[in-house]
Antibody, heavy 121, light 108 residues
Framework: QITMKESGPTLVKPTQTLTLTCTFS??????????VAWIRQPPGKALEWLAL???????RYSPSLKSRLTITKDTSKNQVVLTMANMDPVDTATYYC?????????????WGQGTMVTVSS | EIVMTQSPATLSVSPGERATLSCRASQSVSSNLAWYQQKPGQAPRLLIYGTSTRATGIPARFSGSGSGTEFTLTISSLQSEDFAVYYC??????????FGQGTRLEIK
C-alpha cells in the first residue's frame, strides 16, 4: 500500500524560502519509471502542477515557477523535497505530493493529505 | 502551455440521474487525459486515466470518453457521495502538466 505525506511550515513570511518534505512508503524512488510530483491549490481555486522528479533524478518544473523551484530526492529516506524561493502571499495554498501512476502516464494515483502554507508577514 | 477548459462551472443534478462533465484542451492531448474527484478538505482522487480507464476501486458508474481535444466524464446514476468538484488533467504535452479549472457537481 502506497502512502504519501507532506510536511513543512504552516506559515512563512514574504521573501522567505519554503521547504516542504514528502515522505512516502510502499514504493522506492530507485525503481525504474517511478516518479513523484508536487501540486498546489490556493484556497477555493484549481490545482496547479509545480514539479516532478523521476527515479533516475530527472526533473521537470512548471515554466512559470522554474526560477523559484528546486526538487530533490533522498532515496534512502523515501523522501522528496521541494523548495520554493521568494515566497509571496499569492503562494498561499495547500501543497500536495503525489505518486505517478506508471509508465507513459503522469496521472497521479496516490496523493498525500496536503499541507496548508500561508504566506504572511 | 495547453489550456484545459471545463464546462459547466457548476452542474446541478438530482440523485439517481446522469451527469455529464466536459473538458476541452486547447490542442490535442491524444488520450493522455485524467479525471479527479475532490471533496471539501480532501485531496483529489484519481477516477479515470488514459481517457477511459477507471482507476483501482472506482465504481463502474464512472466512465470517460473522448480523444484529441474533447473529453467527457459521465456518472451514470448519481449517488450522494458523488457530489464534489471534478478536475481534468492533461499529461501529453508538458511541462507544464495542466489541470482544468474544475466543475462543481451539486445536488439539485
Amino acid at each position: 500500500q502506497i502512502t504519501m505525506k507532506e510536511s513543512g511550515p504552516t506559515l512563512v513570511k514574504p521573501t522567505q524560502t519554503l521547504t516542504l518534505t514528502c515522505t512516502f512508503s510502499g514504493f522506492s524512488l530507485s525503481t525504474s519509471e517511478v516518479g513523484v510530483a508536487w501540486i498546489r491549490q490556493p484556497p477555493g481555486k484549481a490545482l496547479e502542477w509545480l514539479a516532478l522528479i523521476y527515479w533516475d533524478d530527472d526533473k521537470r518544473y512548471s515554466p512559470s515557477l522554474k526560477s523559484r523551484l528546486t526538487i530533490t530526492k533522498d532515496t534512502s529516506k523515501n523522501q522528496v523535497v521541494l523548495t520554493m524561493a521568494n515566497m509571496d502571499p499569492v503562494d498561499t495554498a495547500t501543497y500536495y505530493c503525489a505518486h505517478r501512476l506508471g509508465i507513459r502516464s503522469w496521472a497521479l494515483d496516490i496523493w498525500g493529505q496536503g499541507t496548508m502554507v500561508t504566506v504572511s508577514s | 502551455e495547453i489550456v484545459m477548459t471545463q464546462s459547466p462551472a457548476t452542474l446541478s443534478v438530482s440523485p439517481g440521474e446522469r451527469a455529464t462533465l466536459s473538458c476541452r484542451a486547447s490542442q490535442s492531448v491524444s488520450s493522455n487525459l485524467a479525471w479527479y474527484q475532490q471533496k471539501p478538505g480532501q485531496a483529489p482522487r484519481l477516477l479515470i486515466y488514459g481517457t477511459s480507464t477507471r482507476a483501482t476501486g472506482i465504481p463502474a458508474r464512472f466512465s470517460g470518453s473522448g480523444s484529441g481535444t474533447e473529453f467527457t466524464l459521465t456518472i451514470s446514476s448519481l449517488q450522494s457521495e458523488d457530489f464534489a468538484v471534478y478536475y481534468c488533467q492533461q499529461y501529453n504535452h508538458w511541462p507544464p502538466i495542466t489541470f482544468g479549472q474544475g466543475t462543481r457537481l451539486e445536488i439539485k
